[in-house]
């Protein structure tokens, strides 16, 4: 399928001749039919002789709708234009022109219309003048008149030649839909539709829409039903949870990685543009703010972040003139702050390079580290990047900032283990904050290169082992102790007295070395084992008092020992005063 939409001055015959052409009346609204001027957008579609389909998106010509007609002919690639033999071009001729220029639209069809009521030369002559002024001195021409039928034939056989040079779309990459209509059907719920300009749509696949992922509960196209549609392709989509009056022109329906954005650096062919215009782009239209940079850059701030490409064209416009300006060719979807004197300028001087489509080595050397999916929503292909580049899972980073990395990160885990010897590890977040470093992903590929081990979302290096360093000597002693007399756990004054408060505990619990039964009564790692070997040599069951005779210990220790045993299900209490070993 192929989608072409027409433009024209009001009144030139472009409803008319799509229902010429179609069978179909592009006109939806009463109030259409009662004014005779097309208000909104329409719909039609038909097949040309050589089998291919064509939708038409019929668009109005009257000034008062330039906004409806722009957001017809924004996704669009193709143009029907459409100037009366018996009118010749007139004003709105003239903008739906400038339109087209804007949004970079390069193929197209001349169709001087109502061939019937004078002769067409006249007009042709204006109109090729006006075409070739705009640069689109390439573009065929036919006479028709849609009451009597004398030139569709050909018609029908100059689209078909137009077609045979248009380049296919792209249909398995991420695509776009510019919503331009939404409603509620019964039993079914949300419908929008929309030219899909690029990429696939299949049913049960997860877009997103307006920012908010949803799932495709059913496609149509052309008013049929399929599983699949595919670009360039007029679809109307049936969503699963998601209200009608939460969507409308001007959002768009996408699938994979888009970047989303409400300020790009752009290029621009005018150079005097006020600060306030308003923005086209797709279906969208709303008022944008315009910072002239210089050497015909500009940079566009928008309410409402729109999913673009580098390359995108938007057209700027006057609504107090009632006048297109200019068109914008996106060259930046992720520009740079201008916070000093001079910025704007030098900006401008860099943008005066840059190219209408991303290049993965001068976006990576910009940013200096991203991600693969960052580049495919920017437009660039991160399998294209010099073989230099270091890869990290899906993060993509210059050797420069790569080698930096690996040279500090070492000094900053001693720096750490010394300042923290009682952990002697650096936490993985901690490392990369340390570093700036936009993910902790990196570390364990840039520990493997340091030859630090990572475990535990930690880092340190090889054999380094935590101690309570000026604690250390302390625990030392009380290890020696509890080596010659295992159940003889030290008081808390004497743990005091060593300078073992409960932080220090912690730790030797943490690195294995003692185990706190409560209220700081600490034994080695080894006890509950030994214990066990001299409770089960007596006879069961056994009380407290028996326990602590054959441990040689005292209550404090004993009573938290057993219930620890208890816990690890080596024990079994049998009421107030007897246990027993389990077997």
Known sequence: MRVIATAGHVDHGKSTLVRALTGTDPDRWAAEHERGLTID???????????????????????????NMLAGIGPVPIVLFVVAADEGWRAQSSEHLAAIAALGIRHGLLVLTRNDLADPEPAREQARARLSEAGFGDWADVA?????????????????????TVPAPEVSGRGRLWVDRSFTIRGAGTVVTGTLGSGTLAIEDRVRLAGRPVRIRGLQSLGEPVERAAAVARVAVNLRGLDADRVGRGDALTT?????????????????LPERLMLHVGTFSGPVRVRRLGHGAVRLTWSGELPLQVGDRMVLRDPGRQQVLAGATVLDLDPPPLRRRG????????????PTTIDADRELARRGVTDGATLRALGADPDRLDAAVVRAGRWLIDPVRWAAWVDRLPGLVRAYAAKNPMQARMPAGT????LGLPSAELLAPLADQCGLITADGQLAEPGARADLGPAEDALREVERSLAERPFAAPERDELTRLGLGSREIATAVRLGRLIDLGELVV??????????????????????????????STRRVVIPLLEHLDARGWTRRLDGGHREVRR
């Open 343 to 354: 910025a704007a300028r030098e900006r401008a001087e860099s943008l005066s390079t840059a």
């Open 523 to 552: 034994l080695a790692p080894a006890a509950p084992a030994l214990a066990m070997r001299e409770l089960a040599r007596l006879p069961q069951p056994f009380t407290t008092s028996q326990a602590r005779q054959a441990l040689g």
């Open 256 to 272: 994979g990685d888009w970047w989303t954005t409400d300020t790009v650096d752009g290029r621009v062919g005018a150079d005097d």
């Open 431 to 434: 490392a990369a904050t340390a």
């Open 41 to 67: 957008l329409g719909y039609a579609h038909t097949t040309l002789p050589s089998g291919e389909t064509v939708a038409f998106v019929d668009v109005p010509g009257h000034q008062r709708f330039i906004a």
């Open 144 to 164: 028709v008149s849609a009451r009597s039928g004398d030139g569709l034939s050909q018609l029908r056989a100059a689209l078909d030649a137009l077609l045979a």
